[in-house]
């Protein structure tokens, strides 16, 4: 009873408080109809807190999120079984599912009537605006009776987890020249005696270079045929994704940040669709995806890495080669003097390697600290022979990835200062 009593709303507490007047006002004055009229309003709220306590055992609910992995802007579809198991019939249950600000409001039902032992479905859509391992959870129940009188609170369906995958950007072509995921420029290779045959052929894609075209294949099976490597040439291509705090600017979903992670997925995916063998790795030098533990062509592996990745805090990025010698596509956002510098000089002057430079200042609010200049970080790789692009909120990714492939052929100081 000191439980059920616990429950009791304001209107439940108050009607209680106003049977015990009206009953000692009975006693007194001798009236014995009054005296009923107390005991009926003493009941009332007693036995509503005990019908909404018992009420409340039985619930059982079960949460389904599909699918579990979500993109970006995409949508999740949310399934609340609500079932009830008491003896008695549940009315007046309000319900709120814990949802985390990054997936929207949180939503709320209102159930009047949940039959006994009778499978009750709730749905809603979950629409992410930031990547990362959610949790959805957990269920709240508030159980009240007809009268508003009690009302008791439950935790019911736990909690289920939801990967967020940062957004995917289709992308096309590839870098200039027929050496890329294959560790140097084909014309390098050539030189160096390091050519390797080709033994494999596939349909052509869209975007591919016409010069690998097979043609005794291509007739053979009359269709537009390709020449691929079979084994790429020093592992593939290592994808170095600047995540310090300090290199960028923004917050929420339009912070420079979530661009670069976006831009990294994006570059990563298109690798995989021809075949590439691709290393993901922080600026820190750790591989985030396709190390040793497994192939490099999975799309599940880099997409969950980037979904659980968090902002570093190193003030510079780590020393050494981040390719470990292979081809790089370096994502970066603002980098000092010092940072290019220690990169370029850890880097094989002959090995491709291609910079995505992110002008954070652009990202930046008002309140913010000053940004290194983007131009300055393009100028330095440009001289190093890298090829280089700088990138801006306002420029499509689509863009930024055909520039970055014009500039691969053109290794060498003159580079593009501005895309878009």
Known sequence: MRGALSGLTTRGRCLLAAGFA??????????????????????????????????????????????????????????????????????????????????????????????????????YQLKPVMRGVQQVGPLLARITDPFGLAEFDREMAGRSRLVVVPRVVP????????????????????????????????????????????????????????????????????????????????????????????????????????????RLVGDDGRVLAGGPGDSGYSDAVVLDALAALQPSHRREPAVGDPGAGQEVIAVLGGCTPAAVDALVRNRPRGMRSLAVVLDVAAWASSSEDPAPSADDARQLLATAGWGVVVARPNTPMGQVWQELCHSAGNRGPVVRTEVG
């Open 22 to 123: 009206a009953g000692l006002c009975a006693i007194v004055l001798n009236e014995r109809d009054l005296l009923r009229v107390a005991v009926f309003v003493v009941a009332l709220p007693l036995l509503a807190a005990w019908l909404a306590q018992r009420a409340r055992v039985g619930l059982h609910a079960n949460r389904q999120l599909h699918p579990s992995r979500v993109q970006v802007g995409s949508a999740a579809d949310v399934r609340v079984e609500l079932r009830s198991a008491g003896r008695l019939p549940t009315g007046g249950l309000l319900l709120e599912d814990a949802v985390p600000y990054a997936l929207g409001a949180r939503p709320r039902f209102v159930v009047e009537r949940l039959p006994r032992n009778t499978v009750t479905a709730l749905r």
């Open 171 to 278: 992308l096309n072509g590839l870098p200039g020249g027929s050496g890329m995921g294959s560790g140097d420029d084909g014309s390098i290779r050539l030189r160096a005696g390091q050519g390797e045959d080709d033994a494999v052929v596939r349909p052509y894609r869209h975007g591919d270079d016409l010069r690998k075209v097979h043609w005794r294949s291509t007739a053979r099976r009359d269709e537009l045929m390709v020449r691929v490597e079979e084994r790429p040439w020093r592992g593939g291509t290592t994808v170095l994704l600047d995540h310090r705090l300090a290199a960028h600017r923004g917050g929420g979903p339009g912070a420079s940040l979530e661009w670069a992670v976006s831009f990294a997925a994006s570059v990563c995916l298109h690798l995989h669709r021809y075949g590439h063998q691709v």
